[in-house]
């Protein structure tokens, strides 16, 4: 098609694909649990969430991101998915009675929205999974044939219109509408075989009418996220997708540029694809984006060439994923190469590689950390720096790509980063030391052994974190209470969860893990080779925060870490009582892993440490040990031909894990809000004992998969959503735990709830454990 008339605002030189919106000091967290609470006003929170955007609008303009649409415009309270369906009017049946006004076209207010996020006593909320390869969360849409989309809200282009109030001119940042439909699943009520992708067309009509609000708020660039073009796993056919992105583009460039904004199409997480970058450049987009750190340079020949004249190519130096200073060398000869192969028609700007919410804040915010380990890293504020010096160039921007040289030559050398030891286990390693005795064997053992009902209980491993139990662990760093009043306190609480769940009837019993701050993070407290941030939050979804940790070396485990704890619930019980431990996939998938050597590598680094505590726990009479990979989908590569020789090395990390386990050992796992259709036969040759999994949320849909795979071990598919607030009748459970058994039989099938207890209060918690209990005998009476 024809190339649309250039916009009058060129696209910035240096620019960001989006930024930390839960504030600096969790603000957003704060403010939302407040609202939730009912101790603050829908007022209160938007004072909030204003406050939080104009500090984000000064602290990118004072960083240097001057030029206009520099800035992206890309808050949202809940999630950026949730925020797209809820402006155009994406909302389930089930939740009608929430719109305002006509309840067929209405939009939210604030409750509604967050009702639909969280669920609320009988209504079950939006599912909830990974987006894309990271560990932020986003809420799926529910598509139907019926589902009507309209510009029901006009939060995005307000926050335009406020943003030029205060005299910044942003970029609205939504996302894009192939990416929409292909995150979505069908509704309930949509016929077999429905594709939420064939209501492209009147999506698109919906997304007219937006970029027309967002030109009469003022904006002059909109981004729109499509991250979904760098795959190729969708049920959809590429040649399909390819094809749906470019009509639909070609519709929304097709809009009078005196009544839309110029239109940027970032993608990020893999490589774009010639393919696609040649459909996108076909439909007059006047920017496209590409992550080149995640993906390759494209290849552009003159065909390409000639479709991508007066086309900005936004090119994404700065890894927005990971927190490592940029080989600013490196990546301008990426920045050289592209405009090279571009050619002078084709303008190249500079970005981040995926938005900013990945990562903290800034790193002057971390006085903990040592110094030279600082010296290595750059956040969401320094990431700003790096992409103004990359657009800049080496000349003008000399102190900038010295002083990253000089930390990458530092990092290579400074001690703990190659550990001899470690790497010499590692060389020793033989297959035998990836195996189990074959289940068949261990598990007439394992029967003997623990001898438990049928549909034997249990949880994933946390309980509700009390504010006592902060108060206690914040109490111990300051100094204010001593080690041995620390114990003391969390060995009450432990005896505390022991004797509820004794009292529940819970026929696996956990200790509750008061001790732990975050499953990762108490793990990377006690191995070497890891560092952990004071301040260093991001968002996982909604107002759940985490700190990732730092794994910037060798790892080794120089003492036992879980094995005090458990030996003391084990002494308070009779009732078998499990090991906790998290796998070593999920500790790279939610750490910044280090970026100078194979994942595979660093990978069983963690699993001889894993390993070695296990071995501890069996000494200690512990014999039922669960170790946690609810990551293990999150990794997944995006693209299939990579996706083999990922599931090899994190299934074969696992088994070297837990392969050294006595036979009479039953080795639980967990894996949680995945796909899991997608990576049962990983999953399968994880060859855990007892396999739990998500799947109250999505209404059991994990089941066609495990009976069609003839999986033949033990497994767990949760039966209560603790990601919601509700607390789900016996009567729910019953009807899961029903469903369950049918595709699973009785000698394989446990009960328990889809994730740890940690988020959740000790009321809910106890009232859906009473009926998750309750539950199970009812179905138990029926065998």
């Not at 609320?120 to 044939?145: C, I, Q, R, S």
């Not at 990458?408 to 990836?434: I, K, M, S, W, Y």
């Not at 064997?441 to 549909?455: E, G, H, I, K, Y």
């Not at 730092?550 to 009779?574: F, N, Q």
């Amino acid at each position: 098609m024809s190339q649309q008339p250039q916009p009058t605002t060129p696209f910035p030189a240096a620019t960001i694909l989006g930024y930390p919106r839960i504030g600096p000091r969790r603000e957003l967290k704060r403010a939302l649990e407040s609202f939730w609470g009912g101790r603050s006003s829908a007022e209160d929170l938007t004072v909030t969430a204003a406050g939080l955007r104009e500090g984000t609008r000064r602290r990118l303009q004072a960083a240097g991101l001057s030029e206009p649409a520099a800035i992206p415009a890309d808050f949202a309270y809940y999630d950026q998915v949730w925020s797209a369906a809820s402006q155009l009017g994406a909302i389930p049946s089930r939740f009608a009675h929430l719109r305002a006004g006509d309840s067929h076209t209405g939009a939210l207010d604030l409750a509604g929205h967050f009702t639909v996020a969280r669920g609320a006593g009988d209504l079950a909320p939006l599912e909830m999974t990974k987006w894309f390869d990271t560990n932020y969360h986003y809420l799926v849409p529910e598509v139907g044939p019926d589902t009507e989309f309209a510009l029901v809200a006009s939060d995005s282009a307000d926050a335009v219109a406020e943003g030029i109030a205060a005299g910044v001119a942003q970029r609205p940042v939504v996302v894009g509408p192939l990416t929409f439909l292909l995150l979505a699943k069908a509704a309930d009520d949509a016929p077999e075989g429905f594709a939420p992708l064939s209501r492209l067309d009147d999506l698109v009509a919906a997304y007219a009418a937006w970029l027309r609000s967002f030109a009469a708020a003022g904006a002059q660039w909109v981004q729109l996220d499509e991250s979904a073009l760098v795959s190729d796993t969708w049920d959809a056919d590429r040649a399909e997708v390819l094809a749906a992105a470019e009509e639909a583009y070609a519709t929304l460039a097709a809009i009078e540029t005196t009544e839309r904004p110029a239109l940027f199409v970032s993608t990020s997480y893999d490589t774009l694809g010639r393919d696609a970058l040649a459909a996108l450049a076909r439909t007059g987009v006047e920017a496209i984006g590409l992550d080149l750190v995640k993906g390759g340079l494209p290849e552009i020949d003159a065909d390409l060439r000639a479709a991508l004249a007066g086309t900005t190519l936004v090119a994404g130096l700065v890894d927005g994923h990971n927190v490592w200073r940029t080989d600013l060398d490196a990546a301008h000869a990426k920045l050289t190469a592209l405009r090279s192969a571009a050619g002078d028609g084709v303008p190249v700007a500079v970005s981040t590689s995926t938005s900013l919410f990945h990562v903290p804040h800034t790193t002057t915010d971390e006085p903990d950390l040592p110094e030279q380990l600082r010296s290595w890293l750059s956040f969401a504020d320094e990431k700003v720096g790096e992409v103004l010096a990359l657009a800049a160039g080496p000349e003008a921007a000399a102190s900038e790509f010295a002083a990253a040289r000089a930390a990458r030559d530092d990092r290579e050398a400074a001690a703990g980063v190659h550990v001899p030891a470690v790497g010499e286990r590692l060389a020793n390693l033989t297959d035998a030391d990836f195996d189990r005795t074959p289940y068949a064997s261990r598990v007439v053992v394992q029967d003997q052994t623990w001898d438990l009902p049928a549909l034997p209980t249990t949880t994933i491993g946390s309980f509700p974190q009390t504010t006592e139990l902060r108060q206690a662990r914040a109490k111990l760093r300051k100094g204010e209470i001593t080690e041995a009043e620390y114990t003391d306190e969390m060995r009450a609480e432990i005896g505390r969860v022991i004797e509820l769940q004794t009292q529940l009837g819970i026929d696996v019993l956990v200790h509750g893990e008061p001790e732990r701050n975050d499953m990762v993070q108490y793990f990377a407290e006690h191995l070497d080779g890891f560092a952990v941030t004071q301040n260093g939050w991001v968002q996982s979804y909604g107002s759940r925060c985490t700190r990732p940790s730092i794994l910037w070396g060798d790892v080794s485990r120089p003492a036992p870490i879980t094995t005090e704890w458990s030996s003391y619930a084990d002494s308070l019980t009779d009732a078998p009582v499990k090991g906790m431990l998290t796998g070593p996939v999920t500790i790279l998938a939610w750490s910044f892993v280090r970026d100078d050597q194979p994942l595979a590598e660093t990978a069983n680094q963690v699993a001889l440490a894993l390993r070695d505590e296990i071995a501890d726990l069996e000494t200690a009479g512990i014999g039922i040990i669960q170790v946690d990979e609810p990551a293990l989908r999150e990794l997944l590569p995006l693209r299939e031909a990579a996706q083999a020789d990922y599931l090899d090395w994190s299934v074969r990390s696992f088994r070297l894990a837990t392969a050294g386990a006595a036979d009479a050992t039953q080795i639980h796992t967990h894996l949680c809000y995945s796909e899991f259709g997608e990576v049962i036969g990983a999953i399968d040759g994880l060859d855990a004992d007892v396999t739990s999994i998500e799947a109250a949320r999505s209404k059991m849909e994990i089941l066609p998969a495990i009976a069609g795979s003839g999986f033949g071990r033990g497994i767990g598919p949760g039966v209560y959503d603790i990601h919601s607030p509700r607390v789900p009748s016996a009567e729910e459970i019953e009807g899961l735990l029903t469903a369950a058994l049918a595709s699973v039989g009785e000698r394989k099938l446990w009960v328990n709830p889809d994730c740890g207890l940690k988020t959740r209060g000790y009321a809910e918690t106890v009232a859906s454990l009473e009926h998750l209990v309750g539950a199970t005998k009812a179905v138990r009476a029926r065998l």
